[in-house]
């Protein structure tokens, strides 16, 4: 996971990414392993299918931490999952490929706490 943290940090738009106060005081109130679990719900729900009608705009901007740490890993759509990671599209992520993307997104928002 290493290697792809590095290829993260190069590109100027997945770097812009960073935890405003509010997102940490919101981590810390619920604790990680809730959030954990938030991004486990998100990922099944709005990354695992194979067919995504929405895809490329599932994401919104703001609005939870593990949102921004989507965009911050490129784990936000299929599109970007496919292009950093080299998930195939249209196909339905298995449960190690959920878990690697949740690990990757918890592994973020643990490295800006």
Sequence with gaps: MDNIFQRLAKSEFRSKFKLKQKEID????K??????????????KRLAPAVIPNDGKQTPMKGHPVF??????ATCCR??????HKIQKGVELSPQQQE??????????????
């Design 26 to 29: 919101y981590i810390n109130e």
């Design 68 to 73: 921004i740490a989507q965009h911050a890993t």
């Design 79 to 84: 599109g970007c999952l496919f292009k950093w």
């Design 31 to 44: 604790g990680l392993d809730t959030i954990r679990r938030h991004a486990c719900d998100f990922i099944s």
């Design 100 to 113: 690697y993307v949740v690990n990757i997104i918890m592994q973020w928002i643990e490295m800006q706490l």
